[in-house]
């Protein structure tokens, strides 16, 4: 449901942003999300001890980002603004997306999702502010999740033993569990 809110938002919003001039806001606030993705991806990481994956994401984050960079300078696409000719693919949207993927990856939905979202609105704000076209930023999304997917593995827990006590009208019951 949050997830369906946000897409019509942001399609509003690009339906808007189509017809107005750039808003450096939203250009200011798509970079800021590209950066900040894969370093709350590093704390994520971090918090669960989990250094394996911390490897994982910093390897798919370099493999993209160096992927959208070596792209760029062998195709020789102009941007939409006129400014130059290293429009395709977005490496913004590439630093943005390699943490979003990376989560979706390795953690499931449910820190995915949300990432997911706010690296649409990275590539939103590229397009928005006329520095790159719609395929572009799609391109560093596909690659992102390419890499993710071929270097990121699902996070597992240390120790997979679960207990439980459950109390009964003569005593109790105690449960224990591992998960191979």
Known sequence: ????????ILVCLSAQGAAAKPNKTITTAGT?????????????TAYKRDWTGTAELAATTVATVGTAFALKQVIRSRRPDGSDFESFPSDTTALGASGSSFLFRRYGWQYGLLAFAASQFVSYSRVQADKH????????????????????????????????IQPGPDGAMVRLQYDF
């Open 1 to 8: 449901m949050r997830f369906a809110l946000l897409a019509a």
């Open 32 to 44: 800021g999300i590209a950066i900040a993705l894969p370093v709350i991806a590093a704390g994520i």
């Open 133 to 164: 076209h719609w395929y572009d930023t799609l391109a560093s999304s596909v690659i992102a999740f390419g890499y993710a997917s071929l270097l990121t593995t699902r996070f597992q827990k240390r120790y997979n033993v679960y207990s439980e």
